[in-house]
């Protein structure tokens, strides 16, 4: 979601230009183009950096995921895993393609479909992880058609909304080329209320990440209450442990995406400075969403997978000693009687 806003306030200030400027290749070795050069190829740096990171993931987590994933019976998470690891993977090679520089008459085209795939793909992702994020509070509240309904609901109203905020940009955004002392590079221009409604997007898909983590801790906490008055533990505790390790760091990298966001929303400003810093900011925004949406994400299901197939093993483990234990015990009964 912060991408497009990124992007947005990227091309303002790189390009004081009317925002319905006609479709047209725009050439120019004016030096007062440097500074939108240099963010523009810095920015290009923190894509390919982001990239890295996801494939490095990917290629590290593979043996895992053959294991768990494709080798298991299949189901909606592994379906959504699989969706989410892959859709990551084009994602964010479609990010640092768009910031590659093109040569030819079609930039201004190419570039806009890029950018179309990039926000739809956007969309779909976040709909995926909050349908692993709502299967994991129903199965931490135990079934309940109460929470299922309300996630569901806001679910559907918070992506609708973001739906049509996508079809309302894609429609009415248009692009061109521009080539700067040499450099190509691609222009979009946003209808004004864009940027309102891509912040309006953002804040809702917040307050309800916030719901869910606020529904997750008060489960938990309440779970292990239980558990010490009743003096339980065993497997009920270890499960409730691993699903707040696996999603501890997701909902960490939320946080900090919320904070930073937080920023770019109220002090839009920021962003539009060509400075060193504001640069570094959105290039590190880059980062930790593709870590928080295609690295965190799929660990998501990995971690509990993971869990499950150690329960499992080591249940066959003890299983099996019972049994040769049993057998020792009968043969021993045997010859004694004998």
């Known amino acids: 979601m912060i ?3 990124l992007l947005t306030y990227i091309y303002q200030v790189c390009l004081h230009r009317h925002p319905f400027s006609t479709n047209m290749t725009v050439v120019s070795n004016d030096p007062s183009w440097w500074p939108a050069i240099i963010s523009y190829r810095l920015t290009s740096y923190f894509s390919v950096a982001a990239f890295v990171a996801v494939v490095y993931d990917w290629a590290l987590t593979f043996g895992q995921e ?3 994933i494709w080798k298991q019976r299949w189901s909606l998470m592994t379906v959504m ?3 989410v690891r892959y859709l990551g993977i084009l994602f964010a090679a479609l990010y640092m393609l768009t910031y590659s520089e093109c040569s030819d008459h079609l930039a201004d085209r190419y570039s806009w479909i890029m950018y179309t795939a990039l926000d739809w793909t956007n969309v779909v992702v976040f709909a995926m992880l909050w349908v692993i994020i709502i299967a994991w509070l129903h199965a931490m509240y135990q ?3 109460k929470i299922l309904m309300f996630l569901i609901v806001t679910f559907l109203a918070i992506n609708t909304f973001d739906a049509v905020t996508i079809i309302m940009a894609t429609m009415d955004t248009s692009g061109e080329e ?19 409604l891509d912040s309006i997007t953002w804040m809702l898909g917040t307050v309800w990440e916030v719901i869910a983590l606020c529904l997750a801790v008060w489960i938990v906490v309440k779970h292990f209450r239980e558990l010490r008055q009743h003096s339980a533990g065993g497997i009920i505790e270890d499960c409730f442990t691993v699903l707040i390790k696996t999603h501890a760091l997701y909902f960490a990298s939320f946080v900090a995406v919320s904070c930073i966001e937080l920023i770019v929303i109220f002090s839009p400003t920021l962003l539009m400075s060509t400075s060193l810093v504001p640069q570094i900011i959105s290039g590190f925004i880059q980062i930790l969403e593709a870590v928080q949406m295609f690295v965190l994400g799929p660990r998501l299901i990995l971690g509990v997978r993971e869990y499950h197939a150690k329960l499992v ?6 299983t099996g000693m019972i049994s040769i234990a ?6 021993i009964s045997t010859g004694n009687g004998v």
Do not use: W
């Open 66 to 68: 053959v294991e768990l």
């Open 326 to 331: 049993f057998q020792e015990r009968v043969h």
């Open 81 to 83: 895993y699989l969706s």
């Open 3 to 5: 991408l497009r806003m």
């Open 313 to 318: 093993a080591d249940s066959d483990a003890a």
């Open 178 to 196: 521009l080539i700067l002392s040499g450099t190509y590079q691609c222009q979009f221009n946003y209808p004004k209320d864009i940027p309102l």
């Open 143 to 145: 079934g309940s058609r």
